[in-house]
């Protein structure tokens, strides 16, 4: 699962949509705004934001800042002269003062999915009410081949819209939310660690050196609340789906050239890409799990499992260090997740809760097959994580994953693994004390987690991992405040 990603500007907005969720109950700490009541009405219009298989909490994982455009004057930028862009431009000219746009321009204007869930009637309605909260004026953009995001000021507060488009150019998914306050740099790793702890979430931190390939913990670190649990990881998952592939090149049983087929069968929810392939689409193995890495691509990811077989995964997951793989016993898809989370309802979840591993197993081979269906009302508002419904695993858990990742990176069959792992470093570092940083995060309703393994110069290894579960949603930590937070690491450790 992903997500995010998401740091206050993501790179990659989310792709669908869900109804408007109900106020957050987020406690407010010192120097919070309080957003002007009208405002706080839109502010819940979400949508599915997956980073990885993640649930809608965020909207994409975190990855390196993109180019802010110039700013023409003092206070707006440009939007970029592409589908998503021309899309975020009409739907800023919608906030104009005195615009009037019709339920036949939304229609005409955003993918079939959208409307479904969000009636046009619905989604002007939150148009109004944002107008009436105006006038805003874009001062910050950020953009990809998929969506944009803008940031909006406006006479109370900023808001950051988000908007994603479909392979059509029409919008599939558009989330106004209250950005993250601003955080200033940890000035010493005692701040950094306060700051672990006070995080409204049950946290793990860990910063390791590694050492004749064990992770050796460093700076009072493990640290957080809850520095030594299992918890949940989201699409850090895919670290043990990519080394099942390491795995099985290295048998023979694929090559990074074999093609894969996008089928119903796996195609799952955003984040990534090729969730909107046409049925059909052919990807190679390495194409596949550069998706899965560097844009937490879930259809990618289910196709690498079918592709090594669930059980080539779990054995992977123990291969790779885990403390306690039988965890992750059944694995499931992130397609099976999603449906898992959302697609049943209460009454699953609690069986998937109380089921031992062959009751899970039954479980997974009772799930439809077809389109996925979830219940996109309950995505934002809902954390599946407490039910069991996520992979989990501790922060030396991650780290020892990223050490045997590394050492499958130094073998003949595994030699694309470290492009793959460091095309997305997730957070901007010092290039010359730090070149070369791999990086996989992942989120879901509630939780916010990322790893990263960087080469100091002289090819020395450190990891760091972060992970934060909330079980009230409203206290889910930024992707933001994550991101700060490793770089604030990387910076401040020996």
Same mark, same amino acid.
């Given at each position: 699962? /992903?997500? $995010?990603? *998401? =740091?206050? &500007?993501?790179? +990659?907005?989310?792709?669908?949509?869900?109804?408007?969720?109900? %106020? @957050?109950?987020?406690?407010?700490?010192?120097?919070?705004?309080?957003?002007?009541?009208?405002?706080?009405?839109?502010?819940?219009?979400?949508?599915?934001?997956?980073?990885?298989?993640?649930?809608?909490?965020?909207?994409?994982?975190?990855?390196?800042?993109?180019?802010?455009?110039?700013?023409?004057?003092?206070? /707006?930028? $440009?939007? *970029? =002269?592409? &589908?998503?862009? +021309?899309?975020?431009?009409?739907?800023?000219?919608?906030?104009? %003062? @005195?615009?009037?746009?019709?339920?036949?321009?939304?229609?005409?204007?955003?993918?079939?999915?959208?409307?479904?869930?969000?009636?046009?009637?619905?989604?002007?309605?939150?148009?109004?009410?944002?107008?009436?909260?105006?006038?805003?004026?874009?001062?910050?953009?950020?953009?990809?081949?998929?969506?944009?995001a803008v940031r909006l000021a406006g006479p109370d507060g900023d808001l950051l819209m988000e908007l994603g488009v479909d392979a059509a150019g029409r919008v599939a998914g558009l989330l106004f939310s209250e950005p993250a306050p601003p955080r200033d740099p940890a000035a010493s790793w005692e701040d950094l660690l306060e700051e672990v702890r006070e995080l409204p979430a049950q946290t793990s931190f860990l910063v390791a050196a590694v050492q004749d390939g064990a992770c050796v913990p460093v700076a009072g670190t493990p640290a957080g609340s809850a520095p030594d649990a299992a918890l949940p990881i989201g699409s850090m998952v895919k670290l043990y789906v990519l080394g099942a592939v390491v795995d099985a090149v290295g048998r023979g049983d694929l090559t990074w050239d074999t093609e894969l087929t996008v089928t119903h069968a796996v195609r799952s929810l955003p984040s990534g890409e090729l969730q909107d392939a046409p049925t059909g689409t052919v990807v190679t193995v390495r194409e596949s799990a550069e998706k899965m890495i560097a844009i937490s691509d879930n259809t990618a990811t289910d196709l690498l499992v079918q592709a090594v077989g669930r059980d080539r995964v779990e054995a992977a997951v123990a291969d790779m260090g885990h403390s306690d793989p039988g965890a992750l016993v059944p694995l499931p898809t992130t397609r099976e997740l999603f449906w898992l989370g959302w697609g049943g309802g209460a009454q699953l979840r609690e069986r998937w809760r109380e089921a031992d591993t062959a009751g899970r197993r039954a479980i997974l081979s009772e799930l439809p097959e077809g389109p996925l269906r979830v219940d996109t009302a309950a995505l934002p508002s809902t954390a599946v994580w407490p039910d069991g419904v996520d992979w989990t695993a501790t922060a030396t858990d991650l780290c020892a994953a990223h050490v045997a990742l590394a050492e499958r990176a130094g073998t003949p069959h595994g030699a694309p693994v470290t492009d793959v792992l460091t095309a997305n470093p997730g957070i901007e570092v010092d290039p010359a004390r730090w070149p070369s940083v791999a990086f996989k995060g992942g989120s879901s309703t509630g939780t916010m987690g990322g790893s990263w393994a960087a080469r100091d110069a002289d090819g020395d290894l450190t990891v760091v991992v972060l992970q934060t579960a909330a079980e009230e949603v409203a206290d889910a930590v930024a992707a933001g405040t994550m991101v700060g937070i490793a770089q604030d690491a990387f910076r401040l450790v020996d």
């Open positions: 699962m /992903a997500a $995010a990603d *998401p =740091d206050p &500007a993501p790179s +990659r907005p989310p792709a669908h949509p869900v109804l408007p969720a109900p %106020p @957050g109950r987020r406690r407010r700490r010192p120097g919070d705004r309080v957003p002007h009541a009208r405002v706080a009405v839109v502010v819940g219009l979400v949508t599915l934001g997956v980073a990885g298989c993640s649930g809608p909490s965020s909207p994409a994982e975190p990855s390196s800042p993109g180019a802010v455009t110039a700013s023409p004057g003092a206070s /707006a930028v $440009a939007l *970029p =002269d592409d &589908a998503a862009g +021309r899309q975020a431009r009409w739907v800023l000219d919608q906030l104009a %003062p @005195g615009a009037q746009p019709s339920e036949a321009d939304v229609s005409e204007r955003f993918g079939a999915e959208f409307v479904a869930s969000v009636p046009p009637a619905r989604l002007l309605e939150i148009v109004d009410g944002l107008r009436a909260a105006g006038p805003w004026t874009a001062t910050e953009v950020r953009s990809s081949s998929s969506g944009v």
